[in-house]
C-alpha cells in the first residue's frame, strides 16, 4: 500500500509532538531531530513542519477546543492520545483545505498504528462530536 506524503508527515508530526510533550524540548530541537533520524524523502516537509510548529505554538487552545468533546480530563489523556487529538485538532481548527473526514480518517490510523488498543474509537468519538461544532460550516 503507497503512503502518502501527508500521512508520514503526519506520523512524523505526532511522533514529534509526543517527543514534545513529554521533553518540553523547543520545538526546533525536536524537529531537527526527526529530520536527522528519519527519512524525510517521502515525506511533505512543509505540511509537517506547519503541524509540528502548529500544533507547539497553539497547545493550550487546542486543548480548550477539544475538551467539550472528551468525556474526561485532558490531563487523564494518555500522551499517545493527546497528541493524536491535538494534531486533528489542529487540522480542524487551522487547516481548512483539508476534508474533515480525512483529519478523522486519518487520526484514526494514528491511533490505531500508535496508541493504546482501544484508542482509536475514543479518538473517533470526540472528534465526531467535535467536527460539528469546528467544522459546522462544512457539515451543513
Do not use: C
Not at 82 to 95: F, G, N, Q
Not at 103 to 123: C, P, Q, T, V
Request: no cysteine.
Amino acid at each position: 500500500m503507497k503512503v502518502s506524503a501527508r500521512h508520514k508527515a503526519r506520523e512524523i508530526a505526532l511522533q514529534g509532538i509526543y517527543s514534545w510533550q513529554m521533553s518540553k524540548n523547543p520545538v526546533e530541537q525536536v524537529e531537527l531531530a526527526l529530520a536527522t533520524s528519519n527519512d524525510m524523502q517521502k515525506v511533505d516537509m512543509a505540511y509537517f513542519q506547519a503541524l509540528l510548529r502548529g500544533v507547539v505554538a497553539h497547545a493550550d487552545e487546542l486543548d480548550l477546543a477539544i475538551r467539550p468533546y472528551l468525556g474526561r480530563l485532558p490531563e487523564e489523556l494518555d500522551p499517545v492520545e493527546k497528541a493524536v487529538l491535538r494534531l486533528a485538532t489542529y487540522e480542524l481548527v487551522h487547516r481548512m483545505d483539508v476534508p474533515y473526514r480525512v483529519i478523522i480518517n486519518e487520526a484514526i490510523e494514528l491511533a490505531k498504528d500508535f496508541g493504546a488498543e482501544e484508542s482509536h474509537k475514543f479518538i473517533n468519538g470526540a472528534l465526531d462530536k467535535a467536527v460539528r461544532k469546528l467544522r459546522e460550516h462544512e457539515r451543513n
